[in-house]
């Protein structure tokens, strides 16, 4: 299978934050990885593999060289696990019209007019009664198929469609599940999530469910150098780092690190977001474990290397205009450096070089993205998780157009390219 085919298996699991990490856990234990409790007494091997979850939709997977952590640095990968979409409110059915809607909020920054009259289906994760009266047990859930759809209104009852339309995300950005009939006018959600995990209605105390693109992705083109998909905003990068870690060659001494944060598409301003302090723990933790004091563990912070992985803009045929003058990634082009003199891209001239000699060992190409001087572009991981783990660091990511939109486009060969650079970083 290649690479571009195991992206798009990947994708087809990862269809909620709490999927992605589920899937990553399911390749970490084939590749003999053990799982920590995030709160229990770790007892780190040398030699050892490792990964914890946290609250269910981030993730931290670590090796550790033979040697320990003795003449080898710190090396880490960061990525995001969620993405732009709609996510379903309390109370969410609504029978109106003859139609049954759904309610929802937006989560993230998405192109709306793109999630219009596409089949859409619903995961993520359905908190249970447990077994102590005071105690819940989550259950992942995906229905696996469209359930829902958002109609354009047609252009004889709209003739300015073409001029543009501003969707309101109330009103008309709210999909239709059914058409009621009269003799069959009852609908209840909770009892179709607890016939899905196999439950009582009654059990079911709460839900953080997910609206998501349910199309396969595809190659594109005539020679097929594109691949066009729901989700490449960043389970690209959230594949290449998993790969990455798991493929490498094991160094002598040294940690390798793998973080998958949630909410970087609402700020990362939560507990299992870039901004939390809750990584910095886990990581005082594996050092405290290995016999390390709290400078050991400051001086071995400011002595590593981070890469935070997410994708970047490539330049647009339709649009050059929107792409810096000098600096135009081309999809196929091998892997971004993003740079931004604001630092909402974290980098600096010696990571850059850095990269830049990766990219030559691990015989793979690099280009660079930077914003034009007149236009803002957006933020990532880097910058924020820099200020709470400050290590060197650098953005990079796969180029890519219609960033935010339903589905995104790629070119086949970069993921095989930022798999083999992490692969390398990582050896």
């Given at each position: 299978m290649g690479t571009i085919e195991e992206l798009n298996k990947f994708i087809k699991k990862a269809t909620s934050p709490f999927h992605t990490?589920?899937?990553?856990?399911?390749?970490?234990?084939?590749?003999?990885?053990?799982?920590?409790?995030?709160?229990?007494?770790?007892?780190?091997?040398?030699?050892?593999?490792?990964?914890?979850?946290?609250?269910?939709?981030?993730?931290?997977?670590?090796?550790?060289?033979?040697?320990?952590?003795?003449?080898?640095?710190?090396?880490?990968?960061?990525?995001?696990?969620?993405?732009?979409?709609f996510k379903l409110k309390p109370d969410a059915v609504i029978n109106e019209n003859g139609y049954r809607k759904i309610n929802t909020e937006l989560y993230g920054g998405a192109i709306l007019n793109t999630w219009l009259d596409r089949p859409l289906s619903v995961a993520g994760r359905v908190i249970i009664k447990g077994k102590g009266d005071l105690e819940v047990e989550n259950r992942l859930v995906d229905f696996k198929r469209p359930v829902m759809i958002i109609p354009n209104l047609a252009i004889h009852l709209n003739r300015e469609v073409n001029k543009g339309v501003e969707l309101n995300r109330q009103k008309e950005m709210l999909p239709i599940a059914d058409i009621i009939s009269k003799e069959a006018d009852k609908f209840c959600l909770e009892e179709r999530l607890a016939g899905l995990i196999n439950v009582k209605n009654e059990d079911i105390l709460d839900y953080e469910l997910y609206i998501y693109q349910c199309e396969e992705g595809e190659k594109i083109g005539f020679d097929k150098t594109m691949f066009s998909s729901p989700r490449l905003d960043n389970l690209t990068s959230v594949k290449a780092a998993v790969d990455g870690i798991t493929g490498a060659e094991e160094r002598?001494?040294?940690?390798?690190?793998?973080?998958?944060?949630?909410?970087?598409?609402?700020g990362s301003r939560t507990k299992q977001g870039a901004q939390s302090d809750i990584i910095l723990l886990l990581f005082e933790?594996?050092?405290?474990?290995?016999?390390?004091?709290?400078?050991?563990?400051?001086?071995?912070?400011?002595?590593?290397?981070?890469?935070?992985?997410?994708?970047?803009?490539?330049?647009?045929?339709?649009?050059?205009?929107?792409?810096?003058?000098?600096?135009?990634?081309?999809?196929?082009?091998?892997?971004?450096?993003?740079?931004?003199?604001?630092?909402?891209?974290?980098?600096?001239?010696?990571?850059?070089?850095?990269?830049?000699?990766?990219a030559k060992k691990s015989k793979t190409q690099c280009q660079t993205f930077v914003n034009r001087s007149d236009m803002s572009g957006g933020s990532?991981?880097?910058?924020?998780?820099?200020?709470?783990?400050?290590?060197?660091?650098?953005?990079?990511?796969?180029?890519?157009?219609?960033?935010?939109?339903?589905?995104?486009?790629?070119?086949?060969?970069?993921?095989?390219?930022?798999?083999?650079?992490?692969?390398?970083?990582f050896s």
């Amino acid at each position: 299978m290649g690479t571009i085919e195991e992206l798009n298996k990947f994708i087809k699991k990862a269809t909620s934050p709490f999927h992605t990490v589920d899937s990553v856990c399911e390749e970490l234990k084939a590749k003999g990885f053990t799982e920590l409790n995030m709160a229990g007494k770790w007892e780190i091997q040398k030699k050892g593999r490792y990964y914890v979850k946290v609250y269910d939709s981030t993730l931290m997977a670590f090796t550790v060289g033979e040697n320990g952590i003795a003449g080898g640095d710190l090396r880490v990968c960061s990525a995001h696990t969620d993405f732009p979409c709609f996510k379903l409110k309390p109370d969410a059915v609504i029978n109106e019209n003859g139609y049954r809607k759904i309610n929802t909020e937006l989560y993230g920054g998405a192109i709306l007019n793109t999630w219009l009259d596409r089949p859409l289906s619903v995961a993520g994760r359905v908190i249970i009664k447990g077994k102590g009266d005071l105690e819940v047990e989550n259950r992942l859930v995906d229905f696996k198929r469209p359930v829902m759809i958002i109609p354009n209104l047609a252009i004889h009852l709209n003739r300015e469609v073409n001029k543009g339309v501003e969707l309101n995300r109330q009103k008309e950005m709210l999909p239709i599940a059914d058409i009621i009939s009269k003799e069959a006018d009852k609908f209840c959600l909770e009892e179709r999530l607890a016939g899905l995990i196999n439950v009582k209605n009654e059990d079911i105390l709460d839900y953080e469910l997910y609206i998501y693109q349910c199309e396969e992705g595809e190659k594109i083109g005539f020679d097929k150098t594109m691949f066009s998909s729901p989700r490449l905003d960043n389970l690209t990068s959230v594949k290449a780092a998993v790969d990455g870690i798991t493929g490498a060659e094991e160094r002598e001494s040294g940690i390798n690190m793998v973080i998958l944060y949630d909410n970087e598409e609402i700020g990362s301003r939560t507990k299992q977001g870039a901004q939390s302090d809750i990584i910095l723990l886990l990581f005082e933790k594996i050092m405290l474990s290995l016999g390390k004091t709290r400078e050991d563990m400051i001086d071995y912070l400011i002595n590593g290397k981070m890469i935070s992985a997410d994708v970047a803009h490539g330049v647009h045929p339709n649009y050059p205009e929107k792409s810096d003058i000098t600096n135009k990634p081309m999809l196929n082009g091998g892997t971004v450096i993003k740079i931004a003199a604001s630092q909402s891209y974290a980098n600096d001239g010696v990571a850059s070089a850095f990269i830049k000699l990766l990219a030559k060992k691990s015989k793979t190409q690099c280009q660079t993205f930077v914003n034009r001087s007149d236009m803002s572009g957006g933020s990532t991981l880097g910058a924020i998780t820099s200020t709470i783990l400050p290590m060197r660091t650098i953005d990079i990511g796969v180029p890519i157009l219609a960033m935010h939109s339903a589905r995104e486009l790629m070119g086949v060969n970069d993921q095989k390219c930022i798999k083999k650079l992490l692969t390398c970083f990582f050896s």
